[in-house]
């Protein structure tokens, strides 16, 4: 069973920067996809971002682009997510989630929250106008 606990999550204000940390521990896979999904109240999860383990490829939704940054660190196990000039929009839930499928050209499965089998408990982010 693969555990998956977020840290980093807080209260900024609209144009400041947070680092979210996503620690992988038990029967982590050596390849596979590392995803960053938020929820906001009252709305469904989104996809925000996604890594690959192997190559390091990164995804992101149209709405954190050239703002949040994905990386891991395959040797500590931990995807992090850097999230610069935030906006009181971007206040939700985040959560990280992994699976042991790979992204191929075309494809969009890390796109959707039926796509990861491993989910962590979530960081909340706060960002005051």
């Known amino acids: 069973q693969v555990q998956l606990v977020e840290s980093g999550g807080g209260l900024v204000q609209a144009g400041g920067s947070l680092r979210l940390s996503c620690a992988a521990s038990g029967r982590t896979f050596s390849g596979g996809t590392m995803g960053w999904f938020r929820q906001a109240p009252g709305k469904e999860r989104e996809f925000v971002a996604a890594?690959?383990?192997?190559?390091?490829?990164?995804y992101y939704a149209d709405s954190v682009k050239g703002r949040f940054t994905i990386s891991r660190d395959n040797a500590k196990n931990t995807v992090s997510l850097q999230m610069n000039s935030l906006r009181p929009e971007d206040t939700a839930v985040y959560y990280c989630a992994a699976d042991r499928k790979i992204i191929v050209n075309g494809s969009s499965w890390h796109r959707r929250t039926s796509g990861y089998d491993h989910w962590g408990q979530g960081t909340q982010v706060t960002v005051s106008s």
């Open positions: 890594i690959t383990w192997s190559s390091g490829r990164t």
